[in-house]
């Protein structure tokens, strides 16, 4: 079902305060989703449905409208989502495996925009906090926003998903402009655009050559930055493309401006949060495995390209590809799931207070 963009400012349901913007110049947090089901049903994807969130996808997605209001001055931006596991009795949950999921906004125009990507843990509860302040653009107004997780069971997962807005001095630098701003002002970023979204990137859809995406650029932008998310994976949870990562390169108007190989190496530290996890082989932990650009139970954060020489104003052509994945051997394939924006910061009008 699609739903419209209608301002639906109610809690889902269970919540305990007031979604919508607030009038008040202190923080607010928007509740946009509290103990959702999230589920894989096909014959009854509407099972866990409520008067403001209905699933689609077999149930492994839910999505609500909502309005998220106008800010009130530069605002940091809080999401949190927290993924609950469905307990099958005293032992044992019903979905004791790491799922890939996302909480994604539905523009009206393009592709998504995924607010937070993460992993489930092997059936443990899950907690990501993220600044996603550069989201502001388009966290504003009548919103659809979604949360996806590839489950294969029912019941599954519950989840929650939060906004939080508060007020930013301006002597306040954002955590996510620290790590390029050599001087450029701090501010908001004045637009953001969805390029890319594909959750299936696999040998034979890139046969015929690497996914493309066009964008238009007003010009006068001060800096543009291309917000990648991406994850390597496989069926059969042995080799390519999860545990052997591939080269993906970024093209803009046929010329690279990105290649690197995602890899974590970290995986063992979010052991305690994958209680089903199991021992594999050599004494090794299922969980403590290195994976091609995420863990389970952790989210995936963005790499971020600055490709403001590249994107000047007019027209431009952007190409996504993954370099030697795994191509289909009987029933097992290796793929991946890539999104990609562009954030841009314009020159300020001295026309505008």
């Not at 069971?153 to 939060?162: C, G, L, N």
């Not at 306040?172 to 908001?188: C, I, S």
């Not at 930055?225 to 990562?245: M, N, P, Q, W």
């Not at 990105?258 to 890899?263: A, E, N, V």
Request: proline share 8%; glycine share 8%; aromatic share 12%.
């Amino acid at each position: 079902m699609k739903l419209t963009l209608a301002a639906l400012c109610l809690l889902g349901a269970g919540a305990s305060a007031a979604a919508g913007p607030s009038t008040s110049l202190g923080p607010y947090t928007v509740h946009v989703f509290y103990r959702n089901h999230i589920h894989f049903t096909p014959d009854e994807p509407e099972r866990y449905d409520t008067p403001i969130v209905t699933a689609s996808e077999n149930g492994r997605a839910i999505s609500r409208s909502i309005d998220l209001g106008a800010p009130v001055g530069p605002q940091k931006i809080t999401a949190r989502v927290t993924i609950h596991p469905i307990p099958n009795d005293v032992a044992a949950v019903y979905d004791k495996w790491d799922r890939a999921g996302n909480v994604q906004l539905v523009p009206e125009q393009g592709p998504p925009v995924e607010i937070i990507k993460f992993v489930t843990s092997y059936g443990g509860m899950t907690d990501h906090e993220v600044d996603v302040s550069h989201h502001a653009p388009l966290l504003r107004g009548a919103c659809t926003i979604r949360a996806f997780i590839d489950t294969w069971v029912t019941p599954a997962w519950k989840i929650d998903f939060s906004l939080t807005f508060a007020p930013v001095e301006e002597e306040e630098t954002p955590a996510w402009m620290e790590p390029w701003l050599d001087g450029f002002e701090n501010r908001p970023p004045t637009w953001v655009k969805p390029v890319f979204y594909e959750q299936n990137m696999t040998a034979e859809l890139l046969a015929s050559g690497p996914r493309a995406a066009s964008v238009s650029i007003a010009g006068g932008d001060e800096r543009v930055t291309l917000y990648y998310l991406v994850s390597g994976h496989c069926t059969d949870g042995s080799g390519a493309d999860e545990f052997v990562s591939k080269w993906n390169v970024i093209r803009i108007d046929g010329e690279e401006v990105h290649r690197f190989k995602p890899w974590r190496a970290d995986c063992r530290n979010f052991r305690d949060v994958n209680p089903y996890c199991r021992r594999w082989f050599e004494g090794s932990w299922s969980a403590d495995f290195d994976r091609s650009g995420w863990c389970p139970g952790d989210r995936v954060e963005p790499v971020t390209v600055d490709v403001t020489e590249a994107l000047g104003e007019g027209e431009h052509s952007l190409t996504f590809d993954i370099e030697n994945v795994r191509p289909k051997e009987g029933d097992h394939y290796g793929y991946w799931r890539v999104s990609a924006y562009l954030v841009g910061w314009s020159t300020p009008d001295p026309r505008r207070n």
